[in-house]
């Protein structure tokens, strides 16, 4: 799977709501760190917070 590959299922993952999906691709140990002052914004740490912070 090319890079390309990978960011498309990305986004067509979160753009679905698919976390079963995100979870095979991001790594089980994840901090996200997502900039600004809005739901979103803070460190997410570990694949359950940031497939629920990416499928909100």
């Given at each position: 799977?090319?890079?390309?590959?990978?960011?498309?299922?990305?986004?067509?993952?979160?753009?679905?709501?698919?976390?079963?999906?995100?979870?095979r691709?991001?790594?089980p140990?994840?901090?996200?760190?997502?900039?600004?002052q809005?739901?979103?914004?803070?460190?997410?740490?570990?694949?359950?917070?940031?497939?629920?912070?990416?499928?909100?």
């Amino acid at each position: 799977m090319s890079l390309i590959d990978i960011a498309k299922s990305y986004i067509h993952a979160v753009q679905t709501g698919d976390q079963a999906a995100l979870g095979r691709l991001l790594a089980p140990d994840i901090i996200w760190h997502q900039p600004g002052q809005n739901r979103f914004s803070g460190t997410h740490q570990g694949l359950p917070a940031a497939v629920t912070r990416c499928a909100a």
